[in-house]
């Protein structure tokens, strides 16, 4: 009776569209969403939008092949280009800790910053650090001024700066 010509099920037998592939991708879409909320690492959720995809596919009755392919692409798509993007605006209020809190802050160069004989040190926040110039060739005389431009392992990496501290 329930595959009778006008039925809803008649309709989707017919139309050749495979229920269960679309249950299975509405399913992996609300799984995702669950870990997502639980995470809040803003990586599920682009996988997520490739199962939602997939799911509309999969109601369109299209193969099960384009539909995974379809998920991937999203997904990935998803994931490299707009994920940047959202963390800048999500985590834009997060206090940066230990070295990353270093970096753009000024120093004072102690001992010459020289690369090619590996010296240098610089005090920064009242306490010294080994310090190599950004460009290798630049050397940095005692009483200079420079700018962290990155920590590597426990040496700052330094260039000059036109500020005062």
Do not use: C
């Amino acid at each position: 009776m329930k595959d009778m010509p006008g039925s809803f099920a008649y309709y989707w037998l017919r139309k050749g569209i495979d229920k269960m592939a679309a249950i299975y991708w509405l399913i992996a879409f609300v799984v995702l969403l669950g870990i997502e909320a639980a995470t809040m690492a803003l990586t599920t959720i682009w996988f997520a939008g490739g199962a939602l995809v997939a799911f509309v596919l999969a109601l369109l009755g299209v193969s099960v092949q384009v539909q995974l392919a379809a998920f991937v692409i999203v997904s990935f798509i998803l994931l490299f280009f707009t994920r940047p993007f959202a963390l800048k605006y999500v985590n834009h209020n997060t206090v940066k800790t230990n070295s990353e809190s270093l970096i753009g802050k000024h120093a004072k160069v102690t001992s010459e910053v020289n690369n090619t004989e590996g010296t240098g040190a610089a005090v920064l926040n009242g306490q010294e650090w080994t310090a190599r110039a950004e460009d290798d060739g630049n050397i940095y005389p005692v009483g200079t001024l420079v700018e962290v431009k990155d920590i590597r392992g426990v040496k700052l990496i330094v260039s000059e700066t036109q500020e005062e501290a």
